[in-house]
């Protein structure tokens, strides 16, 4: 039931998805821009002398340079974004015993996984929940709920904190974080085209009873590539949040594992997760765009009590009795392992 941890194979993997993410998303925005220039070249082609003609692609060059400098800056900016979005604060000098806990669990799980010690955030939500955010090993922050410091014993909080540390080793949270930051800059991006629309884009010689013919004779290749066009600005959130939710999933089980073999304790963590499952405070901190970096759904959703291809898709996390019973079957097992031959 074990999982393979094969930390530089992830780590590698990590980088790469990362990279590939980045070119897809500056790809995308050159559709978008050279895709609209296009159309508007092939819409204004036929106007009149006087009337506006689309000649040079500005909105192709000013889509790709935005989608780079974006990029950039969530690459940047994404785990201040992640902390600031959740109300998280730092506990820079512990003020509470929880919070003398808390950061002590946090120096012992990184020395015990062999990464810097990353910062630690206190979110006020009565939610117990966890996740890591961060860049790399160097850069990287560990944030939980007082709810989570309220319900766990120090065992069970150290196997969270585990958890967390090894998304940290295995680069997860580059991924996550910059996707997290690609998300909402998507959405953005698709509210002010739905605005645009909603308030009529009009171009001399495009607009009025002359051009409607013009319209009716543009080539069928123009008006599939303006349907596409349109519609790659409707659904980009929708696929930036599939994104973010179908490359979640497999990583939990991992962390999973991770954590059994820096505490030795796999037992500490299912009983944090199932008390973390049946705990019902409402989530008033953690939203949409930061659920899928956490121990735990915090939304509740449906499509994360399941199994198969379509929960693989719209699930953010695996079924927690399934992750229950792997970590349960790693206990028996080292159980077994430490008792005497008969």
Not at 174 to 199: E, H, I, K, Q, W
Request: aromatic share 8%.
């Amino acid at each position: 039931m074990n999982e393979p941890v094969d930390i530089f194979a992830q780590q590698e993997a990590n980088r790469r998805r990362t990279r590939w993410l980045v070119v897809a998303f500056i790809l995308f925005f050159a559709w978008l821009g050279f895709g609209g220039d296009w159309i508007l070249w092939q819409l204004t082609r036929g106007a009149p002398p006087n009337a506006y003609r689309h000649a040079f692609p500005w909105m192709g060059f000013v889509l790709t340079t935005f989608a780079a400098m974006l990029a950039a800056y969530a690459w940047r900016t994404g785990p201040n974004k992640v902390l600031w979005s959740v109300g998280a604060r730092e506990v820079a000098t512990p003020k509470t015993d929880d919070e003398t806990r808390l950061v002590n669990v946090v120096d012992e799980m990184a020395i015990a996984a062999g990464v810097p010690r990353p910062r630690v955030w206190l979110i006020d939500d009565a939610d117990p929940n966890a996740f890591a955010t961060g860049l790399d090993a160097d850069h990287a922050h560990v944030a939980v709920t007082q709810g989570l410091l309220a319900l766990c014993s120090r065992d069970e909080l150290q196997a969270v904190i585990a958890h967390e540390v090894g998304h940290i080793k295995n680069l997860d949270v580059r991924l996550m974080t910059f996707l997290a930051a690609l998300v909402g800059a998507v959405a953005l991006m698709s509210d002010g085209l739905g605005r645009m629309l909603r308030g009529g884009v009009r171009f001399g010689g495009v607009g009025g009873g002359r051009s409607r013919g013009k319209r009716e004779n543009l080539g069928p290749l123009v008006l599939v590539v303006l349907a596409l066009w349109l519609l790659s600005w409707l659904v980009a959130p929708m696929v930036a949040r599939l994104l973010a939710l179908g490359v979640s999933r497999r990583r939990e089980f991992l962390a999973d594992a991770m954590a059994a073999q820096f505490t030795r304790n796999p037992l500490s963590l299912a009983a944090a997760l199932e008390k973390i499952e049946h705990a019902d405070a409402p989530t008033l901190s953690i939203k949409r765009g930061s659920a899928h970096l956490c121990i735990a759904d915090p939304l509740g959703r449906k499509s994360s009590l399941r199994e198969g291809k379509l929960a693989d898709i719209f699930g953010t996390h695996p079924p927690m009795a399934l992750r229950v019973a792997r970590l349960k079957a790693m206990g028996y097992q080292a159980k077994k392992k430490q008792e005497p031959a008969a």
